[in-house]
Nanobody, 127 residues
Framework: QVQLVESGGGLVQPGGSLRVSCAAS????????IGWFRQAPGKEREGIAC????????YYIDSVKGRFTASKDIAKNTVYLQMNSLKPEDTAVYYC????????????????????WGQGTQVTVSS
């Protein structure tokens, strides 16, 4: 069974940067679609980025576009979420997710589309 283990969360000041890593074991991320999600206190889980199967082109929601970068390193069997220019409203538990499905050039921000999940890592942006 594929397991995703997240790391890299923590406390960062507004305007700072943080990189969350999601290492896979028990299976390869090659050919998998990737999703990144977050859940802030009192709010529903929100899909913020995804990477398609075909070419690795990421998609971002507007609130993180230009600040966050999702990437996939097949050699390390790890996916990353680089977060720059962090804002207090970015405070949330961040989750990586994967689906071993070929969606071609598209990806999805619905959690129901993914069947493997990381345990989540807390990111707190505060001065």
């Amino acid at each position: 069974q594929v397991q995703l283990v997240e790391s890299g969360g923590g406390l960062v000041q507004p305007g700072g940067s943080l990189r969350v890593s999601c290492a896979a074991s028990g299976g390869s991320l090659d050919g998998a679609a990737i999703g990144w999600f977050r859940q802030a206190p009192g709010k529903e889980r929100e899909g913020i980025a995804c990477i398609n199967t075909k070419d690795g082109n990421p998609y971002y929601i507007d609130s993180v576009k230009g600040r966050f970068t999702a990437s996939k390193d097949i050699a390390k069997n790890t996916v990353y979420l680089q977060m720059n220019s962090l804002k207090p409203e970015d405070t949330a538990v961040y989750y990586c997710a994967a689906a071993k499905r070929n969606w071609g050039p598209v990806c999805f921000l619905s959690g129901a589309e993914y069947n493997y999940w990381g345990q989540g890592t807390q990111v707190t942006v505060s001065s």
